[in-house]
């Protein structure tokens, strides 16, 4: 199969190459997901309980219920925990020495609480993208 670049160009008259004639904006839609607020208006709640997605918006009626988060801000969660707790945890035991159950202590809820802050933030950043890029039926 051939590819041809020319059925995927915008016209003119102001389309997106998918032609849709809405091009969406994908850092401020990232932003108002990280807020939890929805991505179309940035005003409306995007979730009704701790990581349940609203159907719609309540204040611009956007459907929202097309998001396909899944495991992906779980995924994201833990790999920014890992990848801050991990270096500090080494540094903090060379550097302090700490008795180890105040050590495990420190870094349990330290971690438990970053990712309890991350994965709610990181679930409207993904539906924020998934709404930008048109992914899903958005």
Known sequence: MR????????????????????????WPALLKGWRRKCPHCGSGPLLCSYLK????????????????????????TILIVGHLMAPLLLLV??????DPLILFTIFAVGCVAL??????????????FQWARHMHGF
């Open 3 to 26: 590819y041809d670049p020319t059925h995927i160009q915008a016209e003119d008259n102001g389309t997106s190459p998918i032609g849709d004639p809405e091009v969406r904006d994908l």
């Open 53 to 76: 997605v609203n159907d719609t918006c309540t204040v611009c009626r956007e459907e929202l219920h097309h998001h396909r988060a899944d495991d992906g801000p779980a995924y994201l």
């Open 93 to 98: 035991f060379e550097t302090f020495r700490p």
């Open 115 to 128: 990712s309890l802050y991350l994965l709610p933030r990181l679930k409207g950043a993904i539906v924020g």
